[in-house]
C-alpha cells in the first residue's frame, strides 16, 4: 500500500515539472533587450545557461533591475546595473519595473513630473525604487511607500523616451 501511494506521489511529482509555467513561456516571446528585476532575496548569476554551469555571482538584493539581454529555455541572459553580464534562471526575475539611482549626487523626488514641482524627498545613489507612471523624462519611484517622481536621467532601469502605464 505505501508503494503505491509513493508511486501515485512521484508521478504527481513528474507531472507538475513537466508542465511549462506560463509566465515564463509569455516572457521568452518578449523581444530582447528588456529590463526586469530580480524577485528572489538570493540568485546566482551563472556563466551559462545551466545549474552546471559555475555561479559567477550572488545577488541579495530583492527588486534590483536587471536588463534581459538574451533568452534561452527557462535561462535569460543579464546586465546588471555595473555591467556584469550572466545567465539567471526565469524564476528568479520579475516584470515588476524597478530602477536604481545612478551618480554621484543624490535623485530629486518630485510632487509632480516637473523640475519646478515641490521636492518631496531626496534618494542617495544606490537606492533602489519601484517604478510607474513614467512619460516624457520622469517616472513615478516608490520606494518603501516613499514615492514621488524623478527624472530618468538619473536611473538605470529605464531608458529615455520609455513611458510605463
Given at each position: 500500500?505505501?508503494?503505491?501511494?509513493?508511486?501515485?506521489?512521484?508521478?504527481?511529482?513528474?507531472i507538475v515539472?513537466?508542465?511549462?509555467?506560463?509566465?515564463?513561456?509569455?516572457?521568452?516571446?518578449?523581444?530582447?533587450?528588456y529590463y526586469?528585476?530580480?524577485?528572489?532575496?538570493?540568485?546566482?548569476?551563472?556563466?551559462?545557461?545551466?545549474?552546471?554551469?559555475?555561479?559567477?555571482?550572488?545577488?541579495?538584493?530583492?527588486?534590483?533591475?536587471?536588463?534581459?539581454?538574451?533568452?534561452?529555455?527557462?535561462?535569460?541572459?543579464?546586465?546588471?546595473?555595473?555591467?556584469?553580464?550572466?545567465?539567471?534562471?526565469?524564476?528568479?526575475?520579475?516584470?515588476?519595473?524597478?530602477?536604481?539611482?545612478?551618480?554621484?549626487?543624490?535623485?530629486?523626488l518630485r510632487?509632480?513630473?516637473?523640475?519646478?514641482?515641490?521636492?518631496?524627498?531626496?534618494?542617495?545613489?544606490?537606492?533602489?525604487?519601484?517604478?510607474?507612471?513614467?512619460?516624457?523624462?520622469?517616472?513615478?519611484?516608490?520606494?518603501?511607500?516613499?514615492?514621488?517622481?524623478?527624472?530618468?536621467?538619473?536611473?538605470?532601469?529605464?531608458?529615455?523616451?520609455?513611458?510605463?502605464?
Open positions: 500500500m505505501t508503494m503505491r501511494i509513493f508511486a501515485a506521489a512521484l508521478s504527481a511529482f513528474v515539472a513537466l508542465v511549462p509555467d506560463p509566465a515564463i513561456a509569455a516572457d521568452a516571446k518578449r523581444s530582447v533587450p526586469a528585476s530580480i524577485s528572489a532575496t538570493r540568485a546566482r548569476m551563472r556563466t551559462g545557461p545551466a545549474r552546471t554551469y559555475p555561479a559567477s555571482w550572488l545577488y541579495q538584493r530583492q527588486d534590483l533591475p536587471i536588463k534581459v539581454v538574451a533568452i534561452f529555455k527557462q535561462w535569460r541572459k543579464i546586465a546588471d546595473p555595473d555591467g556584469t553580464e550572466g545567465w539567471m534562471q526565469a524564476n528568479l526575475l520579475s516584470g515588476t519595473r524597478t530602477a536604481i539611482v545612478r551618480g554621484p549626487t543624490p535623485a530629486e510632487e509632480k513630473p516637473s523640475a519646478s514641482s515641490r521636492l518631496v524627498w531626496r534618494a542617495a545613489p544606490g537606492v533602489v525604487g519601484r517604478l510607474s507612471q513614467c512619460a516624457n523624462g520622469w517616472c513615478r519611484m516608490d520606494v518603501k511607500g516613499q514615492a514621488g517622481f524623478v527624472a530618468i536621467s538619473g536611473l538605470w532601469g529605464v531608458e529615455a523616451g520609455e513611458t510605463l502605464p
